[in-house]
């Protein structure tokens, strides 16, 4: 199998590399081009590929240990600095393919990275609580009349709850968001009933301790579960693709 260049983040220029280990236990090496730097590691092309992709997939612990991995550089990186995160996957030929991505977005890159300097991703997961009246609830045996007349009554609650938990979500992400620098809503992985909410934020490193007891407060003060996770390097406000950067 041929060796290719594996991107994890993108640097300053002058950033020393993290004590982690890339994807295989490869070697980090910075890629420079002028203010800017790319931390990479070579991989084996064929791993993401093909049939051997298919066969590492379809392996079991693979997709997560490389995902971790990946995840280890960045998080190592953002812990001493600015980071800007390469998407999972981003593989380039050779070191001569990845520093003419760099350069062609370096002024874009650049200006990220002084963006973002000092400033974190803190997760935010909203569950709605269950009231006193649970539309789901099947009700007792009857009339097929009855019935009807039940079954109606079940969907017109189930309408009004969730257009009572859709603007309890809005907000609440108002709320939250005059507490960052930005905001970024998110689809769930998975689904949910319960969660009426997934959203990141962008917040200064100093006024995390702040952002977390508006979120407490809020919470106390509203039917509703909010959990925080965190705080992470800028994936929701910086990832970077092959063909540059976008937030």
Known sequence: MSTAVYAYAVVDAHRALPLAEGIGRGPLRLVAAGRVAAVAGPVEVGDFEGDALER???????????VRAHEDVVEALAAEGSVLPMRFGSIFSDERGLRA??????????????????????????RKTRSGSDPDRPGPPGSGRDYLRRRQAELRAAGEASAAAGELAGRLHAALAEGAEEASLLEPRRSDPSVILTASYLVPVGEVDRFCE??????????????????????????????????
């Open 101 to 126: 991505m760099l350069e062609e977005n370096a002024a874009t890159l650049s200006g990220l990275l002084d963006r973002l300097r000092g400033r974190v991703e803190l997760g935010v997961t909203v």
């Open 214 to 247: 508006r979120a407490d407060a809020l919470g106390r003060s509203h039917p509703c579960l909010i959990e925080l996770t965190g705080p992470w390097p800028p994936y929701s406000f910086a990832s970077i693709d092959v063909a540059g950067a976008h937030c």
């Open 56 to 66: 590492n997939l379809a392996r079991s612990g693979w997709l997560e240990e490389v």
